[in-house]
């Protein structure tokens, strides 16, 4: 690690002043940022630890959905009770993330904020990665891409992203709350993480300074339909291949409401409202799923060594409403 | 070099840092080609901060780069706690902070001021061993060693989880509450954050199922 210099954030306002001078970094759990920061992928000059800010509680709202502090650990959001009994989703996905010991660190502000697991972006060694240093081209293009995305690439940039929980999080339709040097705003999570276009350096729509202090759940009707699959080249401790979330609202056994967000195949969890409407006002049945999953990957377009992922994802997000609508 | 071969009072660890004296700065690896920053400072300045370690309270001063593995290691002589992979993926440094089970080496020293740390020294010692350190004896539950002191503070760590009830990506419905029922599954899912190169896997499911079965867990 190149040498950096340590503050713990005193308050939010605090941690923002701090985070606005250069090279700073906000450090949460650490999973990540020590990760890269050992490989020398990332250089801080200041580390901001917010670990410690109050921002750690799990609680409903009025409204009657659920309000997650940023600096709660993934292992206490996984296994809250508000979040087992109303959005299952999101417990299953965090718990197919990482290990006990690294969801036992790792918050769900960092979590938010996983840089790809791209080997190239990942490993100095390599010259070539867009994401690391802008403009010097894609060495997984034409590399080992196996891991790559099938949807939303560039010519400038094939990574994914890495996240579980995010998956589940696009599926229950969360926003992320964030504070900077101009107030509050709320990120609706489909817009918190961008595709790379051709500035893949940039993951998120967040602004220098601006540090995420929490996310929100609004109301839900799918604690009783939900299924998260993820599939991984080992049974556990490995980042998708493909995963899905899966979501239903089925009453009188016809669906009034479905959700479905993929992981492992793009830059950010990837949704597609044409897929989800079409599940709507019909009976949950195989043939509805099967045409939801076309429209979930239409325009997909592999990379040399990943084609495999779009029979895989196919037959996964048909396994995945299946089990969610109590078929499987 | 059999063992009569080593003078009295050598150790494998006074031999390793000696040798490792002489070699010196070459060892390190010199860094890879990164993406343009600002020039950092060379050295940042110490800070101080304290630990509580094994139920001993520490005073430390180290550089914000040390991470809680080499606070414990060279800091404190606490050697117990292994270094494998130095990134997050073996499991071998596994120590338990304020009762959680963590990877030290992805972890700031400075993050852990104030901090309750229990390490494999705090766990048991030769003739008080925790009853999964001897567990992990009467099942043979490692070849090597060396990922051991992090096999059982996980598996020390995972008994807690699962008496509290503590769901994993195997237990059939998150929604259910109460105590976790240990099949050998969730034993498999929730071990797998300490990997074993000796393979020793198998035994490692039997000593924690021992224990697991002697609490009621199982």
């Known amino acids: ?328 | 070099m059999s063992h009569s071969d080593v003078p009295a009072g050598a150790t494998r660890r006074g031999f390793l840092q000696s040798a490792g004296a002489l070699a010196g700065t070459p060892l390190m690896a010199a860094p890879a080609k990164a993406a343009p920053v600002a020039p950092a400072p060379s050295v940042a300045a110490p800070a101080s901060l304290t630990l509580r370690v094994n139920g001993r309270s520490q005073l430390l001063h180290v550089e914000p780069r040390v991470t809680l593995l080499d606070a414990l290691r060279d800091n404190l002589g606490l050697t117990g706690t292994k270094k494998g992979c130095d990134r997050g993926q073996c499991g071998a440094c596994t120590v338990i902070v304020d009762g959680r089970r963590i990877n030290s080496c992805l972890s700031l020293a400075l993050a852990h001021d104030g901090d309750d740390i229990v390490t494999i020294e705090g766990i048991g010692q030769p003739g008080h061993l925790h009853p999964l350190q001897a567990a992990f004896v009467a099942e043979d539950a490692f070849q090597c060693g060396y990922c051991t002191p992090g096999q059982v503070c996980s598996a020390v760590a995972l008994m807690e989880e699962a008496r509290r009830g503590d769901r994993s990506s195997v237990t059939p419905d998150v929604r259910q509450q109460g105590a976790t029922a240990l099949s050998d599954a969730e034993i498999r899912e929730r071990m797998s954050g300490n990997l074993c190169r000796c393979g020793a896997y198998a035994n490692i499911v039997h000593a924690v199922r021992l224990v697991a079965k002697g609490e009621g867990l199982a």
Request: charged share 20%; hydrophobic share 45%; glycine share 10%.
């Open chain 1, 1 to 328: 690690m190149t040498p950096f210099a340590y503050r713990r954030a005193q308050s939010v306002d605090d941690a923002v002043r701090l985070g606005m001078s250069p090279g700073a970094h906000f450090l949460g759990g650490g999973t990540n940022l020590i990760d890269l920061a050992k490989g020398g992928v990332v250089q801080p000059l200041l580390l901001v630890d917010v670990g410690r800010l109050p921002l750690a509680d799990v609680a409903a709202t009025p409204e009657g959905g659920v309000r997650i502090g940023a600096m709660a650990r993934n292992s206490d959001v996984a296994n809250h009770a508000l979040i087992r009994t109303r959005y299952p989703l999101l417990s299953q996905a965090l718990l197919a993330g990482a290990s006990a010991q690294l969801r036992n660190m790792a918050t769900v502000g960092g979590n938010l904020l996983q840089r790809t697991r791209c080997p190239y972006f990942y490993d100095t060694g390599f010259e070539h990665c867009n994401k690391r240093v802008p403009g010097s081209g894609c060495d997984a293009i034409g590399g080992i891409n196996r891991n790559h995305a099938i949807l939303g690439a560039s010519a400038a940039c094939i990574a994914t992203h890495p996240s579980d929980m995010c998956v589940a999080l696009a599926a229950l339709r969360a926003s992320v709350r964030v504070h900077g040097p101009r107030g509050e705003r709320t990120i609706a999570l489909a817009d918190f993480h961008r595709l790379p276009g051709d500035t893949p350096q940039r993951d998120t729509t967040l602004a220098q300074g601006e540090l995420i202090v929490g996310v929100d759940l609004p109301p839900s009707r799918f604690a009783d339909h939900a299924h998260y699959l993820k599939l991984r080249d080992r049974a556990s401790y490995a980042f998708a291949l493909v995963s899905v979330a899966a979501a239903l609202d089925v009453r009188d056994g016809i669906v009034q409401d479905a959700a479905i967000a993929l992981g492992g195949v793009a830059h950010k969890p990837w949704r597609v409202a044409q897929a989800e409407a079409r599940l709507v006002g019909r009976a949950a049945s195989d043939d509805a799923f099967r045409e939801a999953a076309e429209l979930m990957l239409q325009g997909a377009r592999p990379a040399s060594q990943n084609g495999f992922k779009v029979e895989l994802a196919r037959r996964a997000i048909v396994r995945a409403l299946q089990v969610a609508g109590g078929q499987a």
